[in-house]
């Protein structure tokens, strides 16, 4: 009987198999394989439906831009330990900057990112607004979890400072279960979402309730160092009952961005502003002037504007980085040509 390919195999993934792929994918007791990465670490990943750890080989390993959670991949299982030769194509990818340059693929193949901040100390719309200028850049719509909502607290004031982000903020208690099945509606079979956010916000709590199990370790933050514990130390992806698939993440202090694009986007309105007078377009400034006069009185204006320069900074200051890199590269790839050139050239013939 033929094998059945793994459930949240979109079109989109299938459409980049040869008719060969999909009938060896499909044979009765073959080998081949179509899978997906709930864990990874450079050559080494771990499948979903498979019990040993597979190493990506050949074609498939690529040291600068490695297979992430979230990835398809075709594995073989002809030998010990199975071997990862290809991965598909991502429909989404969600990266970030790394602290000491550089930047990180984080998970791919993304439908929603779940960006949760916890009542109380952690609440910092700034780092929300890094975050979803980061899944912006990713192409991955983006909900803000307001996590800690027990019963009996208010989240009023919370919701406030949230609301000038203009995104959408659901209130959660995953200790208490209001507002899990909220979530888990807004996930269709075969959808991936990954958690974001700080370390002890509750990610792995809400995996947790999600997957109707403790699959998750879950702890407190430590309070001996202000830097907090990690109880998550590695992403990992999971199947829900349903369907769909979480990812929980380790919580990063730093959120880095990649890319100007999503800067601007996530704030359009000073964006707009900067492009006319960039350009001199004399009737789009007038067209702002006044809002933006009414709007600048605001105190949260000049917070938003104040974020959205720290953000710019460090995205022009990333860009700059991979120019000079990129300089950098293209010097040594010369200097090695000349070498090689010297070595072939013929010698140099003697002046008389
Ligand atoms: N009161 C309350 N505590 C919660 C809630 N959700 C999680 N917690 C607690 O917060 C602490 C941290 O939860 P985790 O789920 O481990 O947090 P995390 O975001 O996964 O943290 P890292 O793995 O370090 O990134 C644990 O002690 C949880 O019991 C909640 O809804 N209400
Ligand atoms: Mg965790």
Redesign the pocket.
Known sequence: MARSLPPGLRPFFLDQLSAADLAALQAPGGTLSAARVSFASRDRVRLLGLEAMAVVAGAAFDPEDPVVVGDWVLVSQDSDPPVVYRRLDRSSCLRRRKPLGGVQAVAANLDLALI?T?MGADLNPRRVERWAALCQEAGVPARVLL????PGADPAGALHALAPLGLSVTP?????GEGVETVRGWLQPGDTAT?L??????????INALLGATI??????RAIDEK?????TSRSLHAMPGGAYLV????VREVGLVETGGVAEAFPEIDALLRAAAFGAAATRARWAAPWRRRWRRASWMAALAAWKKLEDEARAEVQRRVEGARTDARLSTQKARGRNARFSEPAKRRP
Do not use: F, M
């Open positions: 949760c916890a996590t800690k909502v027990d959660l208690s995953a200790l208490h958690l956010g700080s370390s002890g916000v509750g990610k792995s709590t809400l998750q370790e879950t702890g407190d933050i907090g514990r990690h109880t998550t929980d993440n380790p919580g």
